[in-house]
């Protein structure tokens, strides 16, 4: 059975940083490219990162480029996003995903349940 168990969530103030984590199993996780997807109050799903399977090729969404990064430890079954200098408009669940390929294509097999992040002063 396939697994994606987030943390790392919580609430920090503009400018602030946290670490998010995706603990993976029930798949052979270096084998899959992965991402980070999120959904701000009261707005649609938005992708924000991916890694695919080697974790040489990354992508991110034009409004997190520079300020979050996207890693994952295969040896761990784990995908994290680092993310600093965090705004208001970060305020979202964040969800972790797997990919059915080793490439990101924009699929999403599988999510996690989410964790929450709240940028507040």
């Known amino acids: 059975e396939v697994q994606l168990v987030e943390s790392g969530g919580g609430l920090v103030q503009p400018g602030g940083s946290l670490r998010l984590s995706c603990a993976a199993s029930g798949f052979t996780f270096s084998s899959y490219a992965m991402s980070w997807v999120r959904q701000a109050p009261g707005k649609g799903l938005e992708w924000v990162s991916a890694a695919n399977s080697g974790d040489s090729n990354t992508g991110y969404v034009n409004s997190v480029k520079g300020r979050f990064t996207i890693s994952r430890d295969n040896a761990k079954n784990t995908l994290y996003l680092q993310m600093n200098s965090l705004q208001h408009e970060d305020t979202a669940v964040y969800y972790c995903?797997?990919?059915?390929?080793?490439?990101?294509?924009?699929?999403?097999?599988?999510w996690g349940q989410g964790t929450q992040v709240i940028v507040s002063s």
């Open positions: 995903t797997k990919s059915a390929d080793p490439w990101w294509n924009g699929g999403y097999e599988y």
